[in-house]
C-alpha cells in the first residue's frame, strides 16, 4: 500500500454495498442506511440478488452487472463469502473494500490476503466497523452513530472503540477529518494510515488505539515525520501479560514487550495515554488545542482550598511542578483582592468570589511574565451561577492575543451546575474538565508531548574517541568465531570485540579444570574470583557459579572442584567450558549497573539497562532503540533513573553520565554495525572514579540470514556506506556523507556563509536565519524518507561543510525532489558536480522513477551544470521558476 492508494481509498466518488438487505439486524441494512444519510454526493450501488430495492434504492443481483465500476465496495456478507467477492470486485476493476466481517481464523485471513493481492484489491478490514469521511458525506460503516466534520483523525483496531469514541465525540461536539476502523490489518495498517494523515492538511492531530503493530520500522519512521507538525496520541493495549494475550487472541500478530512499545512511543515523538479516559483528555488538551507549552510550571487559581490541594497532590505526584509568583504579581493581586486571600500558588480566592474577583486575578495573572501555564478551578458558588464565571473567564482570556497569553485550562466542578459553564469554556476555545484531578492528568499529557517534542530536536554531542572505533577487526572477530561453530562467547572470549568499540573489560583468563584455574590464580596473585563458564546457565550466581576474593591456590582448586559437584547435581545436561579468573576488582566507592542487549520480536534489537543483578529483563530495566546518540543515551541513563532501575547510592563520587553515555552508545554502535551479535549482557559493569570496567561479559552470536541486515533494527542507522572520499579541484582531499544530527552547528555555520544572494537562489525569496528547531529537522533526518548528503572538510582543526545536497522522495517513489547549494566563497572546486552526482546516484539505488529540482532562471551556474548531467530544463512562466527532471525508469 501507498499514500497515493490510500489517497485514492479515502476519496470514493462512488459506492457500492456487498450484501446489501432490507433487513434491520443486518450490517447490510445499517451500513445503506448510514451512506443514504450521510450526504454522501455520489452514486450508492446495492449488491444483493434478494431485494429488487434496498433503503428504496434500485438493487444489482451480481457485482459483474453494476452499472460502473464503484471506487469503494463495503462488504457486508458472512466470511466465507469474502474472498470470492474480492475475486469478482477484482474483475470489475474495483481497487477498494471495507471487509465488516469477522470472525476470521489465520487460514482464512491468509487466504483473503493473498486473494486480495491477487485481484489487486486493498482492503480495510476484516472486522472492520467501516470508514466515515464526514467532509465528504461518507459514512461507509457499521456504526450505530453519525461523526462531525473535523480535524482530528482516530484509527482504531477495535470496533468497539470506535463506537465509544463516536458517543463520546458528540457530547463533546469534537468533529473528525478521518475516522477509520482497521479491524485485523489485513491489508492497510497503521503505517501506511499514519504516512497518509502526518501529510493531510485536513488534520491537525492523529488520535491512535492499537492492539499490535507489524510494520514496526515503517511505523516509526511515519509517526515520527507526523509528530514533527501535529500532535500523534495513542493507546497501546496489552500492558499487562493477561493484556497481551487478550491483544493477541483478538488481533493475531506479536505482542512484544510493552516497555518496548513505550520506548518505541517516545522515540517518535508521539504521546502514549493508558485508557479511554487519558485519551480523552488528551484529545482536549492536544488534538483540539495543540499548543507547545514554553515552560513546565502550572499555576493554580481556585474558588476553593480543596480542589487546589487536591490539583497540587496530583501535580506533584505526576512529576509535574507548581510556578512560583513573583513579588511584582503577589503586589498586584493583593491591591485587588481581599486581605484574605491565600497569594500563594494555588491562588485560593476563597468560597465567596463574585465573578468581578475571578476577572480582576485573571487579568493579573494572564499578564504575569512568570505565569506559562494556568488552571482555573470553580466550584459551585450561591452568588452567580457558573455560567456567569465561565463568561468572564472566556472574556477575560480571549482579550489577550493567542502567542502572549499563558496556556489556560479551566475545570468547572460539579454537573448540572457546571455543565453550561463548560460549554462556554468550550465555545471560547479554552478546554475544560470535569475534576480538578482529570485536568492535571490532561497537562501532564502536554508535559510529556513537549518532552517527547523536545527529544525529536536536541542536538546531540560527539564523541571524543570515535575515532577510535575498529569496525573491520570486530567483523573479523566475530567472523572467525562463527566458523569455529562458537556462537557463546564469555568474558574471555567477548573483550577483544568489546575492545574494538573502546568498551573497558577486566583481565581474564580461562582455565579448562580446577588445577589449571589453581595455576593460573597464583600467577595473576590474590584475591581472585572465580566463575563458571557455561552456555546453558544465563545466571552463574543463582547456582554459586561465581565465588569472590579466593585468597589461595589450594582455595582455587577446592572451589572449582565444588562448584562442579553442585552444577553437576543441579544442572546435569549443562554444557561447562571451565573457568574464569580474574583479579578482584575494587568496588570500594563503586556502583554495579547491568548493560544487555536483547531481540524483541517485533522491534529487533533493544538496549536495556539497570542495576547488576540476577536477572533483566524488560519489567526491570530502561528500554531504548538503536541506534543511540549521546542524547538518547542520556535520556535512557534519566529513564532508568526516574523508575528506580539505577539507584544512585550515597557514594563519595556519582556516576560519571557522560562516560556512562558514550559506553552506551558504543554498545549500540556495536549492535548495529554487527548483525551476527544476537544478544549481549554486560553483568556487571562497575562503575567507578568517572569509569566503566566490564567485569563479566556473555555475547551470543548467530548468523543473520533474513534479508538485509539493516532491515532487523526499528530505526534506521547512519548508512556509514555510503561515505565517500573525494578529490575536489584543488587537490584536496574532502569527505562526502549523509548528514548527521550532530552537524547542527556545523551547518548552522554554513548557512551563515551563504550570501544573501546564494540564500535567496535556495529559498526563492528572503529567508531568516535558522532556529534550532529548523536545522534540527535539516540536521535530524529520517534515512529510511529522505537523504541529505554533505561535503565536509577539516579547515583550521575544525570539520566546515562546503555544501550541501538534499532528496526527498515521495512514499511511492515516484518522484524524487532535490535541491544543492555549496557554500559562496569556496565555488569553482567541483563541489556542485560531486553533490548532485549524489543525488542522481541515490535515486537510482532507491529505484525512483524521476529526480526533479526547481532553481531561478538568474541561477546560470545550476541550470548549466543540470544540463551537463543530462537533465531535462524547462521554463515554467507561471511560477517564474526553471524546472529540471531527470527520468531513471
Given at each position: 500500500?501507498?499514500?497515493k ?12 454495498v ?16 448510514n ?31 453494476l ?11 458472512n ?7 474480492i ?33 489487486e484489491v ?10 466515515l469521511?464526514?467532509?465528504i458525506?461518507l ?8 461523526a ?7 484509527v ?5 472503540v ?19 476502523s482497521?479491524g485485523?490489518?489485513?491489508d ?32 516509526i ?5 507526523a ?9 497501546k493495549?496489552?500492558k ?24 518505541m512511543?517516545?522515540r517518535?515523538g ?23 507549552l ?16 487536591m490539583s ?35 491562588v ?10 475571578y ?23 450561591a ?20 502567542m ?63 575515532d ?15 566458523q569455529e ?46 566463575k ?5 546457565i ?5 547456582v ?16 572449582a572442584?565444588?562448584?562442579?559437584l553442585?552444577i ?7 554444557q ?23 531481540t524483541?520480536?517485533n ?14 529483563n524488560f519489567?526491570?530495566?530502561a ?23 539505577i ?6 563520587t ?6 556512562l ?30 569509569k566503566f ?13 533474513a534479508?538485509?541486515?539493516?532491515k532487523r ?6 548508512p ?59 540536521t535530524?533526518?529520517d534515512?529510511?524518507?529522505e537523504?541529505?548528503?554533505?561535503v ?20 511511492d517513489n ?12 569556496i565555488?569553482?572546486l567541483?563541489?556542485g ?14 529505484k ?9 532562471p538568474?541561477?546560470a ?12 530544463v ?16
Amino acid at each position: 500500500m501507498t499514500v497515493k492508494r490510500i489517497s485514492q481509498f479515502f476519496n470514493p466518488k462512488s459506492v457500492a454495498v456487498i450484501g446489501a438487505s432490507n433487513r434491520t439486524n443486518r450490517a447490510g441494512y445499517v451500513v445503506m442506511r448510514n451512506l443514504l444519510q450521510g450526504g454522501f454526493n455520489g452514486p450508492i450501488m446495492p449488491v444483493t440478488p434478494k431485494y429488487k430495492a434496498v433503503h428504496g434504492v434500485l438493487a444489482y443481483p451480481t457485482i459483474d452487472v453494476l452499472p460502473q465500476i464503484p471506487d469503494l465496495a463495503v462488504i457486508c456478507t458472512n466470511k466465507e463469502h469474502c474472498c470470492k467477492i474480492i475475486e469478482q470486485l477484482g474483475e470489475k476493476g474495483c481497487k477498494n473494500a471495507i471487509i465488516i466481517a469477522s470472525g476470521f481464523d489465520k487460514a482464512l485471513k491468509e487466504a483473503l490476503i493473498n486473494t486480495a493481492k491477487k485481484a489487486e484489491v486493498n482492503i480495510l478490514g476484516p472486522n472492520s466497523l467501516g470508514l466515515l469521511i464526514p467532509r465528504i458525506g461518507l459514512n461507509a460503516s457499521f456504526s450505530h452513530m453519525v461523526a462531525k466534520p473535523g480535524k482530528i483523525a482516530f484509527v482504531s483496531q477495535s470496533a468497539a472503540v470506535c463506537s465509544t469514541i463516536l458517543d463520546w465525540a458528540k457530547t463533546k461536539d469534537i468533529g473528525f477529518s478521518y475516522f477509520v476502523s482497521v479491524g485485523d490489518c489485513g491489508d492497510i495498517d497503521f503505517d501506511e494510515l499514519v504516512d497518509f494523515l502526518g501529510r493531510d492538511a485536513n488534520t491537525q492531530a492523529i488520535l491512535l488505539y492499537i492492539d499490535n503493530i507489524e510494520h514496526t520500522r515503517r511505523f516509526i519512521s511515519a509517526a515520527r515525520a507526523a509528530a514533527f507538525s501535529k500532535p500523534v496520541i495513542a493507546i497501546k493495549t496489552g500492558k499487562t501479560a493477561a493484556g497481551a494475550d487478550a491483544a493477541i487472541a483478538h488481533t493475531g500478530g506479536n505482542q512484544g514487550s510493552d516497555a518496548v512499545y513505550d520506548a518505541m512511543f517516545q522515540r517518535a515523538g508521539m504521546l502514549r495515554v493508558n485508557d479511554l479516559r487519558e485519551l480523552f483528555a488528551a484529545t482536549q488538551t492536544l488534538a483540539l488545542h495543540p499548543k507547545l507549552l514554553k515552560q513546565e510550571a502550572l499555576t493554580i487559581l481556585t474558588n476553593g482550598g480543596g480542589p487546589g490541594v487536591m490539583s497540587v497532590d496530583t501535580l506533584i505526584q505526576s512529576s509535574g511542578k507548581l510556578a512560583e509568583l513573583s513579588k511584582e504579581t503577589i503586589a498586584k493581586l493583593n491591591q485587588v483582592l481581599p486581605q484574605h486571600t491565600s497569594f500563594a500558588n494555588p491562588v485560593d480566592i476563597y468560597g465567596d468570589s463574585d465573578p468581578r474577583r475571578y476577572q480582576k486575578a485573571l487579568e493579573i495573572l494572564v499578564k504575569a511574565p512568570e505565569v506559562d501555564n494556568l488552571l482555573i478551578l470553580h466550584s459551585p458558588s450561591a452568588l452567580a451561577p457558573s455560567e456567569d464565571f465561565a463568561t468572564i473567564i472566556a472574556e477575560t482570556v480571549n482579550k489577550i492575543p493567542k502567542m502572549q497569553r499563558p496556556y489556560v485550562m479551566t475545570n468547572f466542578m460539579g454537573e448540572t451546575a457546571a455543565y453550561e459553564a463548560r460549554k462556554v469554556c468550550q465555545a471560547a476555545g479554552i478546554p475544560t474538565y470535569r475534576t480538578p484531578e482529570g485536568a492535571v492528568a490532561a497537562y501532564m499529557h502536554l508535559i510529556q508531548y513537549r518532552r517527547n517534542q523536545k527529544h525529536l530536536t536536541q542536538t546531540p554531542e560527539s564523541l571524543l574517541d570515535s575515532d577510535n572505533i575498529h569496525t573491520d577487526a570486530a567483523a573479523a572477530i566475530i567472523e572467525n568465531h562463527l566458523q569455529e561453530k562458537m556462537h557463546y562467547l564469555p568474558t574471555h572470549d567477548a573483550a577483544p570485540l568489546l575492545n574494538c568499540y573502546q568498551i573497558n573489560c577486566i583481565a581474564t583468563q580461562h582455565a579448562y579444570t580446577p588445577t589449571e584455574a589453581r595455576e593460573y590464580a597464583e600467577k595473576m596473585g590474590f584475591p581472585v574470583a572465580l566463575k563458571l563458564v557455561s552456555p546453558n546457565i544465563p545466571s552463574k550466581s543463582d547456582v554459586g557459579g561465581v565465588v569472590l576474593n579466593l585468597n589461595d591456590g589450594d582455595e582455587v582448586e577446592q572451589t572449582a572442584f565444588n562448584m562442579l559437584l553442585r552444577i553437576n547435581e543441579t544442572y546435569p545436561d549443562a554444557q561447562i567450558d571451565g573457568f574464569a579468573l580474574q583479579r578482584m576488582a575494587t568496588r570500594a566507592g563503586g556502583q554495579e549497573l547491568r548493560i544487555a542487549v536483547k531481540t524483541d520480536p517485533n522491534f529487533g534489537p533493544v538496549i536495556l539497562l539497570g542495576e547488576a543483578g540476577t536477572a533483566l529483563n524488560f519489567d526491570l530495566a530502561a528500554v531504548a532503540l538503536p541506534p543511540l546518540n549521546m542524547n538518547l543515551a542520556k535520556y535512557l541513563i534519566a529513564a532508568a533513573s526516574d523508575k528506580g532501575f539505577i539507584k544512585e547510592k550515597h557514594l563519595p563520587t556519582k556516576i560519571d553520565k557522560y562516560t556512562l553515555c558514550a559506553m552506551l552508545t558504543r554498545v549500540s554502535q556495536m549492535v548495529v554495525e554487527n548483525p551476527d551479535i544476537k544478544s549481549l549482557e554486560l553483568n556487571p559493569v562497575l562503575a567507578l572514579q568517572g569509569k566503566f570496567q566490564v567485569l563479566d561479559a556473555c555475547i551470543e552470536l548467530e548468523k543473520y540470514q533474513a534479508g538485509s541486515r539493516i532491515k532487523r533494527l526499528a530505526i534506521r542507522p547512519y548508512p556509514k556506506e555510503l561515505e565517500q572520499e573525494i578529490t575536489l579541484k584543488d587537490g584536496s582531499m574532502a569527505l562526502l556523507r549523509p548528514i548527521r544530527p550532530e552537524d547542527e552547528e556545523a551547518h548552522r555555520e554554513f548557512d551563515n556563509k551563504l550570501t544573501k544572494e546564494d540564500r535567496y537562489k535556495r529559498f526563492f525569496g528572503e529567508m531568516p536565519q535558522f532556529s534550532h528547531e529548523q536545522l534540527a529537522k535539516m540536521t535530524q533526518i529520517d534515512y529510511d524518507r529522505e537523504m541529505a548528503f554533505i561535503v565536509t572538510q577539516r579547515r583550521d582543526d575544525v570539520w566546515q561543510t562546503l555544501g550541501v545536497s538534499r532528496v526527498l522522495m515521495d512514499p511511492d517513489n515516484l518522484v524524487a525532489e532535490f535541491a544543492v547549494v555549496v557554500r559562496s566563497d569556496i565555488k569553482g572546486l567541483g563541489l556542485g558536480r560531486i553533490l548532485m552526482q549524489s543525488v542522481i546516484d541515490h535515486c537510482k539505488r532507491q529505484k525512483v522513477e524521476k529526480i526533479e529540482g526547481l532553481t531561478l532562471p538568474e541561477n546560470a551556474g545550476m541550470i548549466g551544470l543540470a544540463k551537463k548531467l543530462g537533465f531535462k530544463v524547462t521554463r515554467d512562466f507561471e511560477e517564474g521558476t526553471i524546472v529540471m527532471t531527470m527520468p531513471l525508469a
